[in-house]
C-alpha cells in the first residue's frame, strides 16, 4: 500500500494486444495484491493512464510497446510513471531503444516470475522521476546522460575559458551482452555498478563516470587526450 495515500494499492498497468498474455500477466500481479488494469492498444493504455494515474507500466518489446512507451514519456503526467518493457531473448536492438525511450527496465520475457516480481517491486519502491530531476542512476550509481551531459556542457566552457585540456572516455565492454543473456540484467547492472564503484574509488575527485549514448563515459578535466 502506498504510505502517501492510504488504502490505495499500487497500480500497474499491463499493454498487450494478445488477450491471452495480457490476462494471465495482470492475474498474477492481482495474486500479488496489486490493482492490475489491461489495455489491448496504444490508446487505450493512455486513457487509462489520464484517468487511473498508474504507478507502473509493463509493456511488451514490439512496435505497440515502444510506441506507447514514446506516448508516454511525452506526456505531462506519463514522464514519472515508471516503465518496464518486456522483450524477446537477446533482442539488443529494442533493449537499446527502450532505455533510448526512457524505459526504467528491461526484462526479457524468459525471465522466471520470481525475479519480474522483484524487479516490479523495486521499481514502485523507487517510483520513477523524470530523468532531468535524477542525479544518479539508482541502478549503477553513474552520473545519468542527462546529468554527465550538463557536466560536460560546463567542463567545455572552462576549457574554452582556460584553454586547459579535458578529455571525454567511453567505456566499451563487449562482454556484457553475453553476460546479460546468460546470467540476466541484474548481473550486467552488477557489473556495471562494480566499474562505477572501482573509477569512484580510484580515480580523482574531480573525474566523472556516468552514461552518455547508453555506454559508461568518464570525463576528465585537465587531462589531454592521451592521458
Do not use: N
Amino acid at each position: 500500500v502506498d504510505e502517501d495515500r492510504p488504502g490505495r494499492r499500487d497500480t500497474v498497468l499491463v499493454l498487450h494486444e494478445h488477450a491471452d498474455e495480457r490476462v494471465a500477466l495482470a492475474g498474477r500481479l492481482g495474486d500479488e495484491g496489486y490493482l492490475a488494469l489491461q489495455a489491448a492498444d496504444v490508446q487505450q493504455a493512455l486513457g487509462l493512464l489520464r484517468q487511473a494515474r498508474p504507478d507502473l507500466v509493463i509493456l511488451p518489446g514490439d512496435a505497440t510497446g515502444i510506441e506507447a512507451l514514446a506516448h508516454l514519456r511525452d506526456d505531462t503526467d506519463g514522464g514519472a510513471v515508471s516503465a518496464i518493457v518486456l522483450t524477446h531473448g537477446e533482442d539488443l536492438a529494442t533493449l537499446l531503444r527502450a532505455f533510448e525511450l526512457g524505459a526504467d527496465d528491461v526484462v526479457p520475457l524468459s525471465t522466471d516470475w520470481d525475479e519480474l516480481r522483484a524487479r516490479i517491486m523495486a521499481r514502485l519502491e523507487r517510483r520513477s522521476m523524470p530523468p532531468e530531476d535524477m542525479l544518479r542512476d539508482p541502478v549503477t550509481g553513474a552520473l545519468t546522460h542527462e546529468t554527465l551531459a550538463r557536466m560536460l556542457r560546463l567542463e567545455l566552457e572552462r576549457v574554452r575559458r582556460v584553454r586547459r585540456p579535458a578529455c571525454l572516455a567511453y567505456l566499451a565492454f563487449d562482454e556484457l551482452p553475453t553476460v546479460e543473456a546468460e546470467l540476466g540484467q541484474r548481473a550486467r547492472d552488477a557489473i556495471l555498478a562494480q566499474v562505477v564503484d572501482i573509477v569512484e574509488a580510484d580515480g580523482r575527485k574531480l573525474d566523472l563516470v556516468g552514461f552518455s549514448r547508453h555506454h559508461l563515459a568518464l570525463l576528465l578535466p585537465d587531462t589531454p587526450p592521451k592521458g
